[in-house]
C-alpha cells in the first residue's frame, strides 16, 4: 500500500458522496479516487482504480436510478461478492462499510461478505478518516456499540478458538474483557466507561495483555484477535 491512501467512495445519493469526500480532503494522506452510486459502478470503479479502501453504503440500487433493495445489507453485499471474484489472487482492496443503519443484520451481512469495520453516517470527519486508515492498514474498525453484533454473530466460533488458545489462556478475565473492547476499536475512555473503570486501568490492562502476548501496538493486537475470530 502506498503512503497515500486511496479510497472510492460508493453511495446512492450525490450530496453524501460530496459530504464525505469533503471530509476526507481535509487529511493529506487520503486521497480521493473515484465515486460511485450503485452496483454496477461500484464494481466498475474497484476495477478501474484498484483503490486501497472502498468506503461502502449497505443499501444500493443494482444500476443507476434504481430503488436499493430493503433485505439485510443487499446491494452492499453484492458488491463485495462481485469484487472478491474480480479481485481474486491480486493485492487486496479493503472495504469500510458507512451506513445510516445501525441494524444488527446490516452488520452482519457485510461483514460475513468481507468488510473489514462498519461506522454509521454520524461519524465525526476526523473519526472517519482515521476509520479509513486504520482499515487500509488492515484493521477491524466498528463503531462502538456494533461490534457486539459481531461478537454475538461469531461468538460460537471465538468461544471454540478460545478454549484451546494457549496465548489466550495467559490473560485474566478482566484482561479479556479490555484486549477485546481495544481489538475492535474502542478508545479507552470508551473501554473505562463500558466496564466501569478507571482510564489508568484500562492503560494498565492494556500494557499487561501487550506484554503476555508480546505485541507492541494495538494494531498488532487487532490483528492478533482478528486471526483467532475474536472480534
Not at 487520503?30 to 479502501?53: K, L, S, W
Not at 481474486?88 to 451481512?109: C, H, K, Q, T, Y
Given at each position: 500500500m502506498s503512503a497515500t491512501v486511496?479510497?472510492?467512495?460508493?453511495?446512492?445519493?450525490?450530496?453524501?458522496?460530496?459530504?464525505?469526500?469533503?471530509?476526507?480532503?481535509?487529511?493529506?494522506?487520503?486521497?480521493?479516487?473515484?465515486?460511485?452510486?450503485?452496483?454496477?459502478?461500484?464494481?466498475?470503479?474497484?476495477?478501474?482504480?484498484?483503490?486501497?479502501?472502498?468506503?461502502?453504503?449497505v443499501h444500493l440500487p443494482d444500476s443507476e436510478g434504481g430503488v436499493p433493495a430493503a433485505s439485510a445489507g443487499s446491494g452492499g453485499a453484492a458488491v463485495l461478492q462481485e469484487c472478491a471474484d474480480l479481485l481474486?489472487?491480486?493485492?487486496?482492496?479493503?472495504?469500510?462499510?458507512?451506513?445510516?443503519?445501525?441494524?444488527?443484520?446490516?452488520?452482519?451481512?457485510v461483514i460475513r461478505r468481507g468488510a473489514r469495520g462498519y461506522v454509521t453516517k454520524s461519524i465525526g470527519g476526523a473519526e472517519l478518516a482515521a476509520a479509513v486508515r486504520r482499515v487500509a492498514e488492515g484493521d477491524a474498525v466498528f463503531s462502538p456499540r456494533l461490534a457486539g453484533f459481531v461478537l454475538d454473530a461469531f461468538g460460537a466460533a471465538a468461544g471454540e478458538v478460545a478454549a484451546v488458545d494457549d496465548e489466550l489462556d495467559r490473560l485474566s478475565a478482566r484482561e479479556r474483557e479490555v484486549m477485546r473492547?481495544?481489538?475492535?476499536?474502542?478508545?479507552?475512555?470508551?473501554v473505562a466507561r463500558e466496564l466501569f473503570i478507571s482510564v489508568k486501568t484500562v492503560e494498565t490492562h492494556v500494557s499487561a495483555v501487550l506484554r503476555k502476548l508480546q505485541?507492541?501496538?494495538?494494531?498488532?493486537?487487532?490483528?492478533?484477535?482478528?486471526?483467532?475470530?475474536?472480534l
Open positions: 486511496r479510497v472510492v467512495i460508493v453511495d446512492d445519493h450525490r450530496m453524501v458522496r460530496s459530504g464525505v469526500r469533503a471530509e476526507l480532503a481535509v487529511d493529506p494522506g487520503i486521497e480521493v479516487v473515484g465515486e460511485a452510486a450503485d452496483v454496477a459502478g461500484a464494481v466498475a470503479a474497484v476495477r478501474a482504480a484498484h483503490p486501497d479502501v472502498v468506503l461502502l453504503d481474486a489472487g491480486e493485492a487486496p482492496v479493503r472495504f469500510l462499510a458507512l451506513s445510516v443503519s445501525d441494524a444488527a443484520d446490516d452488520v452482519i451481512a473492547l481495544i481489538a475492535r476499536g474502542y478508545a479507552y475512555k470508551e505485541l507492541s501496538s494495538r494494531h498488532e493486537l487487532t490483528r492478533w484477535a482478528a486471526a483467532r475470530r475474536l
